[in-house]
């Protein structure tokens, strides 16, 4: 099986290749990524080498490149490319329309052309918006988001539902809750506070820090994409959640704690502007239909995470001064991608 995977520079993305070649050694990966901000090599130096896999540097929206690869036999598409952090969307959200909604319509329209047998979708449970206290979203909760981030990756969402109904085309959407793990990039909740505190900076925390998130360990996100891809049913959705709701501050807390650093290093800060209170997933289409189980507990998680943290302090290093950036345009600045 040969399997197009977009965005495998990323966080879940490599992660999720890593998961795929261990655990099918007939399959073939081709990995498209544009190597923006948040892409990096480093996060797939394991595996470079492994004769199925292979590297392009690229973007999704570029129609004649993704027919290009689509023409070498490509089957399915897995479509994690996108720009993914909040923050940065408020700040400028055209980037997020072409990325993640162009870019998606993009491989669409290629995928039709080629005739893929299928192409997964992976969104969030943002694209449904904020909860009050209590409930959960489910697959038919109405699409409501708050920030251009969620708002591009739900008008995604609707483009993937519109080839399905008209033309038949057979996609799978999954809409997972947040992920924490190996590789994440240090922008992001859990490892921007790990990294600020063991290098003594203060931890911001936004508005009260009471909002709550329903957090995943990365691996768990893979098996259930792995479901899905086998074995999920065409034109549906999955909500893949961890069933893990935390406030921020409890998990600010708990990695302070951890690295046995001082609580006068939380910060609170300016509210993020449209801040969603509270994401919680239900995710019992996926149990009961596909048999998937959430294998990892919070704290072990997160301990785990934390040490991995603690022993690649090179990677966080390099990715926070900018200096793998450097390196990408020595290695590719003279290539037309
Ligand atoms: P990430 O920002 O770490 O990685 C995104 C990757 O996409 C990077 O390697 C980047 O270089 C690549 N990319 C960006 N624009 C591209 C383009 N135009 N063409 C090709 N490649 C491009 O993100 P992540 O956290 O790994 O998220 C991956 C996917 O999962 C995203 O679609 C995101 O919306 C979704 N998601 C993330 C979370 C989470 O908690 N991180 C939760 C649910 C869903
Ligand atoms: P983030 O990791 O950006 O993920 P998302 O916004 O997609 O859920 O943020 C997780 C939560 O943590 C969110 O409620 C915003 C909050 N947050 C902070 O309080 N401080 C920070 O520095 C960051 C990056 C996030």
């Known amino acids: 099986m040969k399997i197009l995977v977009t965005g495998g520079a990323g966080f879940i993305g490599s992660n999720f290749i890593r998961y795929l070649l261990e655990k099918y050694n007939d399959y073939q990966v081709v990995n498209l990524d544009k190597l923006t901000y948040a892409g990096n090599l480093e996060n797939l130096r394991d595996i470079e080498k492994d004769p199925n896999y292979e ?20 089957e399915i598409i897995i479509n994690f490319a996108a720009e993914s952090h909040v923050d940065r969307s408020i700040e400028d959200p055209q980037v997020f329309i ?16 080629q005739g893929i047998s299928r192409f997964i979708q992976i ?4 694209v449904y918006g904020s909860l009050g ?25 609707l483009l ?3 080839y399905c109904m008209s033309y038949g085309f057979p996609a799978i959407i999954s809409r997972c809750s947040n992920n924490y793990g190996s590789y994440q990039f240090p922008e992001k909740l859990i490892p921007l506070v790990i990294t600020n505190a063991l290098e003594g900076k203060e931890l911001p925390v936004y508005g009260d820090g009471l909002n709550i998130r329903d957090w995943i360990y990365v691996d768990d996100h893979s098996r259930a994409l792995d479901l899905v891809l086998h074995q999920g049913r065409l034109g549906e ?49 996926l149990r009961k239909e596909l048999g998937w189980k959430s294998q990892t507990d919070f704290q072990g998680g997160l ?16 990715v926070k001064s900018g200096e793998y950036r450097e390196y990408y345009t020595r290695m590719y600045g003279n290539r037309s991608t």
Request: glycine content about 8%; hydrophobic content about 30%.
């Open 55 to 74: 590297f392009i540097k690229g973007d999704i929206g570029d129609a004649g490149l993704v027919e290009e690869i689509l023409q070498r036999g490509i």
């Open 98 to 113: 072409k990325t993640n909604v162009l870019g998606t319509q993009t491989l669409l329209d290629a995928g039709r052309k």
């Open 123 to 126: 969104s969030t449970d943002e």
């Open 133 to 157: 206290a209590t409930g959960y979203f489910t697959e038919s909760t109405p699409l409501a988001p708050n920030s251009p981030y969620s708002a591009s990756k739900a008008s995604a969402d």
């Open 160 to 162: 993937v539902r519109a």
């Open 237 to 285: 959705i999955y909500n893949i959640g961890g069933e893990n709701e935390r406030t921020n501050l409890d998990i600010v807390k708990f990695i302070v704690k951890e690295l046995r650093k001082p609580e006068s290093l939380i910060t609170f800060v300016k509210d993020r502007p449209g801040h969603d209170r509270r994401y919680a997933i239900d995710s019992s289409k």
């Open 303 to 318: 301990r785990e995470t934390i040490r991995w943290y603690l022993d690649n302090r090179k990677w966080w290093e390099k």
